[in-house]
């Protein structure tokens, strides 16, 4: 689903990016970890389509079309869906008209029509049970006044109403408690499907234990340097990154 | 022809004097004449009109009502630009600068609102109320343009609110210009009087016909009495070749509250003054404004709110979205006398600017001479927030809806000050439609 061959990237004229290449497929959890700066969020942000960051080398296939030619709304309408670490506020917009015209917007785009209005509500309600979120929390503004959990629970969210086929939750587990980890984790776990594929960008190895991730792959320096299963991860929760840096300079050596 | 010519206006002065040579419109009229030729239309000199250079568009040759033989504006005409709720209004229809009663329609019974020619309500049972109220505005604003509008008292509106009289039916005031076959110059005159208890709602709105080039030059009084509730609404949404000067002057003569918004979306060269005066004590004004600019409309936002007695409050907030090569201009005066102690003011501008061309001024002034009051202003120029833009974009909004739908926002705030439903639908409306991604 998603091929990322090769690519560098920079911003303000500092490359962070060395050369990553990543396969995932439909279906598959990939989970990104890696040291503070190694580069995962410029990873997520190019794919997001942020204008700051520059690819200087490298493609990006999704669903078989060169996705770096595309838009941040057009990579949205193929299915792309960011889960952003710090949700931005957006006083006076309804979070409810928003996720309306998101939603319609995608579907204009694969020539359908619009949702009608009660078919809308009853969308809502259904997802809204199943990642537990507050029906009060969506007549407000978008993320206006929300704590830090509920703007992660209105991330997954707006992850449940869109149905994406490529999920990236860029470090979705900063700044939550215990229960809100649980609550955002059974969310995510719920809209797992065999024709959706979640990358699970992450410092800690907590938010990992109830993914239950396919791939795990090891960022440092702006390069994938190691990748393995889930037990990877345990691995790194015990050791630390220094043991990944440590096992490079011997082979290096 | 590049001088601005104003010698015709003497010639119509003389005219309009030798109709009706008595009586305390007539000295009004002499006295505005002095001072207008005394001080003449301001210039981008005088500070206060810096930025609006109102005289540049005196280089031609008006066409005043008094010039009209007769009225070319017909029923039909009106109902083109009727506002919505108008099937509960009571409208009052000015053509050129003059109230044609023939045009209008009261629907509120003489009990509660009394709607009558300012020249009737002169020399008539309001004699008195009218001489001590008329034209009170003029020692506080003295330039030359007001002075011109004195100049030419006639045909204005008298509208008196009865003691404890809530109006059920608002007031909308149409100013016509009458441009088909000349550049015209409207000077409306407005006194209006809220007693006590009184509750009202006032709404202006401007329309010219034909394309020639219209000025309306209008000065309405609003003397709000104890306990009365008044709220004003002006809406500024004509075309290219209208420009105005509006002054809108509000003396609080007793304990009471004043809500005021102004909406400018399209027009020439405008300058709104809005000024509170508030002559007793524990007075509250809200003034809103919101101005969404594109083309090369220029806007220019004067509000003044003076303390003279203690424990007032007043809070002024005003928006503005600025595109293509618009002007906006915000100067806000507060003035807070010895005796006003106590006073609570906050004063915010924000604008929004879309474009490399579009320009905003932006100037609170305070003078403050009591020691214990609180005071506030603050603004801010800048664009949109991309952060949220990118957010937007990001679930799959285009850029321009995402634009879009931010900057309806961000005009929320002033909108929803709109208390009369039909016309803030009326005027959300009119925003969404500018605001709309092609």
């Known amino acids: 689903m998603l091929s990322i061959k090769n690519i560098h990237a920079s911003v303000e004229e500092k490359q962070i990016l060395k050369g990553i ?15 503070n700066g190694s580069g995962k969020s410029t990873l997520a942000s190019i794919l997001a389509g942020r204008e700051e960051y520059e690819v200087t080398e490298g493609s990006v296939t999704f669903l078989g079309e060169d996705m770096l030619e595309l838009s941040p709304e057009d990579r949205a309408r193929e299915g792309l ?19 309306k015209t998101a939603l319609n917007e995608k579907r204009k785009y694969h020539g359908q029509e619009p949702l009608d209005a009660v078919s809308f509500l009853k969308l809502m309600k259904e997802k809204m049970e199943l990642v537990e979120i507050d029906k009060s929390l969506l007549t407000r503004s978008i993320n206006e006044g929300f704590s830090g959990g509920e703007k992660k629970r209105n991330e997954i969210f707006q992850m449940a109403m869109l149905e994406p086929r490529l999920a990236i939750l860029d470090e979705t587990d900063s700044g939550l408690d215990i229960d809100a980890l649980r609550i955002v984790a059974n969310g995510v776990n719920k809209l797992r499907n065999d024709e959706r594929a979640i990358i699970v960008i992450t410092h800690y190895q907590r938010l990992l234990d109830y993914l239950q991730p396919d791939f795990v792959h090891v960022l440092v320096n702006g390069r994938i340097v190691k990748s393995g299963t889930k037990e990877l991860a345990l691995e790194l929760e015990e050791k630390g990154y220094d043991f990944i840096k440590d096992e490079l300079s011997v082979t290096a050596a | 022809m590049e001088t601005i010519n104003t010698g015709y206006l003497c010639d119509k002065f003389n005219k309009l004097q030798s109709t009706s ?17 005394r001080n003449g239309l301001p210039s981008i000199r005088n500070e206060e009109w810096k930025y609006t ?39 009052l229809i000015f053509v050129n600068g003059k109230f044609a009663p023939e045009l209008s329609t009261i629907l509120s019974s003489e009990t509660d609102i009394i709607i009558s020619p300012l020249e009737e309500a002169a020399s008539g049972k309001f004699k008195e109320l009218v001489n001590e109220h008329l034209d009170k505005s003029s020692q506080v604003v003295k330039d030359g343009i007001q002075a011109l509008n004195t100049s030419f008292i006639y045909g204005g509106v008298f509208i008196y609110v009865n003691k404890n009289k809530a109006v059920e039916h608002p007031v909308y005031l149409y100013h016509v210009a009458d441009a088909r076959e000349n550049h015209t110059l409207a000077q409306p005159r407005s006194l209006v009087y809220a007693e006590t208890n009184s509750k009202l709602q006032l709404i202006e709105s401007f329309i010219t016909v034909g394309s020639m080039d219209s000025f309306t030059n209008g000065v309405m009084e609003i003397v709000a009495d104890t306990d009365s509730l008044v709220e004003y609404y002006k809406i500024q949404n004509d075309g290219a070749n ?32 809005v000024n509170l005066i508030m002559e007793a004590e524990r007075n509250e004004a809200h003034l809103y404004g919101l101005y969404l600019l594109k083309g090369h409309t ?15 409050f007043s809070n002024e907030f005003y928006k503005g979205i600025l595109d293509d090569s618009s002007a906006g201009i915000f100067n806000g005066k507060i003035f ?44 801010t120029i800048g664009q949109l927030d991309e952060e949220a ?48 991604v092609n």
């Not at chain 1, 290449?21 to 040291?35: N, R, S, T």
């Not at chain 2, 568009?57 to 005409?77: G, M, S």
């Not at chain 2, 006398?337 to 106590?342: E, I, M």
């Open chain 1, 21 to 35: 290449d990543l396969e995932v497929k439909a279906g598959e959890v990939h989970a990104i970890m890696g040291p």
């Open chain 1, 81 to 99: 869906f960011l889960a952003f670490q710090y949700p931005v506020e957006i006083p006076g917009v309804s979070t409810t008209n928003f996720i």
């Open chain 2, 21 to 37: 040579s008595e009586g305390l419109i007539s000295n009004l009229r002499a006295e505005g004449f002095k001072i207008f030729n």
């Open chain 2, 53 to 91: 250079s109102i005289s540049n568009l005196f280089k031609k040759e008006y066409h005043l009502v008094e010039d009209d033989k007769k009225n070319w504006i017909t029923a039909k005409d009106i109902d083109a630009f009727r506002l919505p709720g108008f099937e509960n209004a009571n409208e």
């Open chain 2, 242 to 273: 209208a420009s105005q000067v509006g002054t809108t002057h509000i003396r609080q003569i007793g304990k009471c509250y004043v809500h005021a918004v102004t909406i400018s979306l399209n027009g020439g060269m405008i300058r709104n003054n």
């Open chain 2, 298 to 312: 220029h806007v220019d936002n004067h509000t003044m709110v003076d303390n003279t007695k203690p424990n007032c």
């Open chain 2, 336 to 379: 807070v006398r010895p005796d006003a102690q106590k006073t609570n003011a906050y004063q915010s501008n924000k604008n929004l600017l879309l474009s490399d061309n579009a320009t905003v001024n932006t100037k609170p002034q305070l003078e403050i001479f009591a020691d214990d009051v609180k005071c506030s202003h603050g603004c």
């Open chain 2, 389 to 436: 833009l990118f957010y937007l974009r990001t679930r799959g909004i285009s850029k321009d809806h995402a634009q879009s739908m931010l900057l309806s926002a961000f005009a929320a705030d002033i909108v929803e000050q709109i208390k009369p439903e039909p016309l803030r639908k009326y005027v959300e409306e009119l925003i969404v439609e500018r605001l709309a």
